[in-house]
């Protein structure tokens, strides 16, 4: 079995972002009170978002099932307060379940989290049980900047976020950690923001007790892990310098990469620095980069062709990146694709 | 001749710190007037504090010539307002030269630029003109976060930093995009802020036409590019999908990475997707990474080891790296070491 650990509903109807349009126009009259109101979308209708698209790739490509969340740049936790938040998220994860109830074979469920600016973290503990007790997802989405490119929260090591991560740690589900669209100019959101947020996350990690304190925790850190890899030296000898832990002893139990790297020589990079055991096959498929490699004739986002072609690791090692450490890292699943 | 683009004054004398914490201390007090003051360090001092570091390194390592700045997380822009700025980058400046005088052919200047948050990039060519005219130096490092971490300067492609670039075109010197300390607590300084900065810039200039605007304008981001070439096809499919041109072409005759990548995985990947006239050589010593791999018995920060061991391009190629592309971007190189 093939887990694609990172999806987002890219390909969502129109009508859920007519909602999103209606509902950031009724945050100008500020004595106007923020209603849920509703997301008018069939079944018919999402079941066409996804057919030329996700699943049509999934069967192109020879994956099985994704683990799939809302659109990440969508999150924008910045538009608005925690009411807007709120709204905005339940519809958005309702959609990922109705998605998941259509093709339970092919989609697992993430959910968003209905942070906002300044928000403490445990505003987030109701959508969060929401989601996997009632809808069955196996893990959430954690942004580290929910300002959207200011970075004004604590990081992710603070004592700030603990609640949160108290309450992952009771339900089994990990976090992948994924900032949104940038309000700040100087952050392309997919380019230079989500990259970013990869390679501060880590650091943060690397430089805090974090798990210590939760030795059972665990984190995603897509895009292959941001800078990360390409720098590992670095990374190691700030580790060794700074006398904490060297970067693959952090990661063990904790921390896991995707594969969300679109070219073979990062992808060979990856899988010789990083160990196989924390990393997790991911295409970010319909994302961030949509067309195909001329040099290739292939799409970029098809990770798993260049995982195929790997032959510095062997079978056991890319079964692990494909299947075992997702069951791993998001224990839930095991029931949700039973 | 091997000449590494990348060296900061790491090492300098106590004096010099000591004169920034009484330049810092003396602004609690609103109503003290800022006075430029003086560093008391002899040159026998200088010599001291490099002949058992960069030059050192230098002959163990086989290099010729250090394009050498002040300590970069030093530059604080963020500390003070633009009198404090333009004090400590003149003192810091005036010791370069110092080096450069009493080493010629070991080091040549590159300045650090008076920047403070809010003030107009044009305040930093006085400096400038300063620095190349008068003291010989060669290049500038360029901040593009003057704010320490929170990211309050225009992009690099805003009509805002024009006039710098003007004045940098007509002195034919290039800018090293380098970031100081970070002031937010997200952002470790070397393993999160400088790499996300690189990473930040390279996105910047892809998504607009500055080189149309300043066809002979030239950048070098240090740190590797920093997720830049790891990301190489993800740059690719976004200038793709934008429309946008393609990474290679953008960076063509403006954009330039060094090779401060610290373990040889990291530098083949460099040199297998980045054009090899693009790619300086550099080592950032004695900078952030200080330590000895136990893996390789080696400084991590060696990196022209790396180089020399690869063996996916040839003597012509590494000539390029080692010398020839640090000549054709830093031109005034030739005369500072005839």
Redesign the interface.
Known sequence: MIIDCHGHYTTAPRALQAYRDAQVAGLENPTHPQTKGVVAITDDEIRESLENAQLKFQRERGTDVTIFSPRASAMAHHVGDRTTSLHWSQHCNDLIARVCALYPKNFVGVCQLPQSPGAPPDSCIGELERCVNELGFIGCNLN??PSG???T???LT?RWWYPLYEKMVELDVPAMVHVSSSC?????A???HY??AD??A???F??ADLFVDFPTLRFVIP??G??V??????????A??MKRPPPGDLMRNNVFFDTC???R??I??LV??VPSDNILFGSEMVG????I??ETGQY??DTKRYIDALTSIGAAEKRKIFEGNARKVYPRIAKAIA
Chains 1, 2 share one sequence.
Not at 184 to 188: A, E, I, R, Y
Not at 288 to 291: C, E, I, K, L
Request: proline share 10%.
């Open positions: 580290p900047d490119g200011h970075w929260a604590p990081p603070d700040n100019p100087n952050f392309h997919t380019g230079a990259i970013n390679t501060t880590f650091m943060q690397l430089t895009h292959g941001g800078a890899p390409y720098h590992w030296g670095r990374y190691r000898g700030l060794q310098d790297v679109y070219h020589p990062g060979e990079l010789s620095v961030a980069v949509r067309g490699d001329a970029f986002d």
